[in-house]
């Protein structure tokens, strides 16, 4: 028997065939960061992207992959302020390629390489930290832009 996925606060889109992980404590910005690359992929600025899901979604380990899904109850719903709850296209799970950490404590203008890396379940992903005085949409933009 495979053991429950753990559920965490968090938002996450798929551009492309990865996965963007968007934390943050509530209020910090994580439905704005996911709609806005959503927007981006609409104008073509980036690939294609799409909700997996919005302020609560599961983590799972697969073959050493982190794989991010969508909470059931949540599907196709995104909280857009000033307009409350709506519904968009998603894609129910896709493999994390990069962590978004919003209000981030340990955000600074030119980071060590360590923290650009985060650790979960065991498995080393890139990582945005973004202080809270930061756009994070151009930073992302920059990451995916960029090597």
Do not use: W
């Not at 968090?10 to 968007?22: F, K, N, P, Q, Y």
């Not at 980036?46 to 983590?59: M, P, Q, Y």
């Not at 998603?90 to 978004?100: D, N, Y």
């Not at 809270?132 to 933009?141: G, K, M, R, S």
């Amino acid at each position: 028997m495979t053991p429950p996925s753990a559920s965490v606060h968090a938002s996450a889109v798929c551009v492309g065939d990865r996965a963007i992980l968007i934390r943050g404590a509530s209020g910090t910005g994580k439905s704005r960061l996911a709609l806005d690359l959503i927007l981006a992929g609409r104008t073509g600025a980036i690939t294609e992207t799409r909700l997996i899901g919005d302020d609560r979604v599961r983590l799972d380990t697969r073959d050493g992959n982190l794989i991010v899904r969508v909470v059931p109850e949540l599907e196709g719903m995104i909280e857009i302020r000033g307009l409350g709850i709506r519904r968009c296209a998603f894609v129910p799970e896709a493999q994390v390629a990069l962590v978004v950490d919003l209000a981030a404590s340990d955000a600074e203008r030119m980071p060590p390489p360590e923290r650009l890396k985060t650790l979960i379940s065991g498995i080393e992903l890139p990582r945005i930290p973004v202080g809270p005085e930061y756009d994070p949409l151009p930073l992302v933009l920059g990451f995916l832009s960029t090597n």
